[in-house]
Structure formats: C-alpha cells, structure tokens
C-alpha cells in the first residue's frame, strides 16, 4: 500500500523544541516509520522552509519526506501559512497525478484542507487526523488565540468531507460530532511512543538529593509550565527541571523563557526551577528516568506524547484532567489527575506522591506496563491500517 502523509508544517525531519516543532513532528514520524516496518510505502509532503533543503529525503526505511515549494522558503509561524496554501495544494495535485498514493492522510486542519483540494479530484480518499482543534484552542486561549479567523469554519468542513478521521483520544470524538463529523466515520486511534527508546531500564542523568519534578515540553502558555512552577511554592523539598524551547544558549533571549524564569523569581523559587533548554531525543530517557514525578498539566491537550515517554520509562504522572490525558493517564493507577490551572492542586498532588515512595513505585510500574501493552508505534500503525482498509474504493 502506498500512503502519502500531509503534514504542512510539522516535517518529521525538523528539529523539536520550537514553538511549532513538538508532538506532531513525532506523531507524523515514528507512524510513517512504523507503517512501513509493516510493508507501506510511505511519502510525508512538508512545506520548505529552507532553500537549502534537498526536494527528497529518505527519513525512515521506507519513508520518504517530499518538500513542497509553498510561499517563500523560510520559517513561517503555522498560524501565517494559509495564505500559501492553495499553493501548497497545487503542488500536491501534481504531484498525486504524477504517482498516484493509495490514500492520503493529513495532519493538522490546513494540511487536511491541502489534501482534500488535491486527492478529491483525483478519486483517492483522504484520512484526517487533526492533532488539534480549533473550537477547543478558541475556548482556552479566547483572544490570545493567534489562528486564522476562518479556521473553524475551514475546520469543520475537512471533518464533513474527509473520508475518514482518525481522533487521537475519545474526548475529541465529542468535539467532531459537535463540528458536523459523521461519528460512522471516525474512528479513535491513539499517539504511541517508541518503546525501545522510552524503558524503565537504563541509565538515569544526574541529579541532586532533592526530589526531581521534570517537565518536558515547549515554552508556551498554554502549555501550563507557569502552574507547575507556581507550585513550587508549595514544596520545598523539591526542584523542577523544564525540558523545552530553544537551545540553553537562546534561553536568555526567548520571551517565553524569561517569562517563566519571572515568574520564579517572583515567587521566591528560582534557585529550585531549571531550565535546561532544547534536550536531544536520545537523552530524553535517562532525563525522565532521573525524576520522581513528571508534572504535565496543559490547560488543554489534544493528547500529549510526554506522559507516554514518562510512562514507559516507569515514572508516575501527575496530569491535567483533560483531553488525551484523560486516556492515556489512569487516575490513581499509572498517575493523578488535577484541574488545569490549579496550581494549589497541584502542589497538593504531588506532595502525596512525594510523601508514599511505595505508591509512586506502584503507580510507576502500572505506566510502564500500559504503555508497552497499548502505545506501542507497531500496534498504533497497525490500527491506523484497519482505518484504510475500510476507506471507500473507487
């Protein structure tokens, strides 16, 4: 089967850690490597954002990353790519008449919008996972929302028209419904992690003798870093590590590291708050084997990668209440739940794991047990090729 991956901004080859460089990189990435461990042909089309790179790059065995010329090759904020879009489009037109895929899967609505415009005349069904959804970023951030005016009504007319939609948790199921998606036609298929890189085995980095809460994630608001350093106040037996952003080097220079290295400072924790910047993937695991608690409470999260990593690494979760944590995170037996932007809670959480060793033990084993039976990339690849193969054939 030859599957074609949309994903405008989020290139499988880009470097995470940015502010549009995060979970869906991964997603789009280890599922295209995944499928074609399972005998796919994969081809994942990105917009360039670099002059200098090449128009194809072999990522995966199996895998090919296409870049497509779409408006001036340079880094463009997702939020400012629409208007290059039906450029984008075009272009995957011709490219899917030239070599026509068996199916189209994109990721993220303005990819979703591409592939439709270009398979639809074509005959050959499009797939759409949305990673995100606008009704719900609207609903939280309110007038710090930077999308497009039209995203929602361009949102949900890829989710009436697409053949398929592949939602990442059964809270977004809701959301689709509620947007006019046909519920016959979605189907819930989660994110995964890479279970050799994420174990509980392994070496653990170097720490103090104080407990270690770490946070991995991109330094953006809505992200809920800020609750989690609030929360400090609260345990002073405790430092928090923050993995994410720019390299260590730019920190000082990044708006939203300063902001938050403010906030400490404001509130008399700075000298147990670290940011330690851009972390490689490949130190990611003995990063989070170093904690006593990874602390990942977004103020909404489509799904989140990072409680998995944490999980199949055996370490306990403490995670927002909403959206794919609520699947992925089991309250009171791989994790806890708290309310998003409740810093008080938090703090209240974590000091009950901090204070039962033996129970952080259990609800650490139980995470790494879930994650190696339901997150796996093989099994989530192999779920998403049930999803083709009910797809409608011309």
Not at 21 to 49: I, K, P
Not at 147 to 171: K, Y
Not at 237 to 257: I, N
Request: charged share 25%; glycine share 10%; net charge neutral.
């Amino acid at each position: 089967m030859r599957i074609d991956m949309v994903s405008e901004h989020a290139s499988p080859l880009a470097v995470l850690g940015g502010a549009d460089a995060g979970g869906q990189n991964v997603h789009v990435a280890a599922l295209s490597a995944a499928l074609a461990r399972l005998g796919a042909e994969v081809v994942v089309h990105t917009r360039r954002d670099d002059p200098g790179l090449p128009p194809k790059v072999e990522a995966a065995p199996g895998v090919i990353v296409e870049h497509v010329d779409a408006g001036p090759a340079e880094p463009i904020p997702k939020d400012e790519l629409l208007p290059h879009m039906d450029e984008f489009a075009h272009r995957l037109r011709e490219s899917f008449r030239a070599d026509p895929p068996d199916v189209v899967h994109g990721h993220f609505w303005m990819s979703g919008r591409a592939a439709l415009a270009a398979a639809r005349p074509l005959g050959i069904p499009v797939v759409q996972t949305f990673h995100a959804l606008g009704v719900v970023k609207r609903r939280h951030q309110g007038s710090r929302d930077t999308s497009p005016p039209t995203r929602l009504r361009e949102e949900a007319t890829v989710a009436r028209e697409a053949d398929r939609i592949v939602a990442t948790c059964s809270d977004e199921v809701f959301e689709l419904v509620r947007m006019g998606a046909d519920l016959r036609r979605v189907a819930v298929v989660p994110c995964g992690v890479d279970l050799e890189l994420f174990r509980p085995e392994g070496p653990a980095a170097p720490r103090s003798s104080c407990f270690r809460l770490l946070v991995v994630s991109r330094l953006v608001e809505r992200k809920g870093i800020g609750n989690a350093i609030t929360a400090m106040a609260k345990l002073p037996e405790a430092e928090l590590v923050v993995a994410g952003g720019p390299p260590a080097a730019e920190l000082a220079r990044d708006p939203q590291a300063r902001r938050l290295t403010a906030l400490a400072e404001r509130l008399g924790v700075a000298g147990r708050v670290r940011l330690l910047g851009r972390v490689g993937r490949a130190e990611l695991p003995a990063l989070y084997r170093s904690a006593d608690l990874v602390v990942n409470v977004p103020w909404y999260e489509p799904f989140g990668i990072v409680p998995l990593e944490a999980m199949a690494c055996g370490v306990p979760v403490v995670a927002s209440a909403v959206g794919g944590l609520v699947d992925s995170v089991v309250d009171g037996v791989t994790g806890v739940h708290v309310p998003p932007r409740r810093p008080g809670l938090v703090a209240e959480a974590v000091a009950g794991l901090l204070a039962d060793p033996e129970r952080r033990a259990a609800l650490g084993a139980a995470g790494a047990r879930r994650a190696r039976r339901r997150y796996g990339w093989d099994r989530i690849a192999r779920s998403t090729l049930e999803v083709y193969a009910g797809l409608p054939t011309g």
